[in-house]
């Protein structure tokens, strides 16, 4: 299900300065979060209070919901 431009895609595609959506809300009320980090922590910064967080990839897997928008390509940052 995709509402206000979400695009659902499968969460193991994951770049850097994605915005993405999490199935529960941080305690500040907020559900978007930007995607700072790569590796087997997944680092995401929440957009409502600034707050940042490390997830290991398989809990990150399972609890986002939805990409809102997506960070550049790793062959659109190499051609410039």
Request: hydrophobic residues 35%; contains cysteine.
């Amino acid at each position: 299900m995709c509402y206000n431009g979400a695009i659902m895609i499968d969460p193991t595609d994951i770049r850097l300065d994605d915005i993405i959506r999490m199935r529960k809300k941080h305690p500040c009320g907020g559900y978007e979060w930007q995607v700072l980090r790569l590796g087997s922590d997944i680092g995401i910064k929440c957009l409502t209070c600034e707050r940042k967080v490390y997830l290991p990839r398989s809990r990150f897997a399972r609890q986002v919901k939805q990409f809102v928008s997506r960070g550049l390509d790793e062959q659109e940052v190499v051609k410039g």
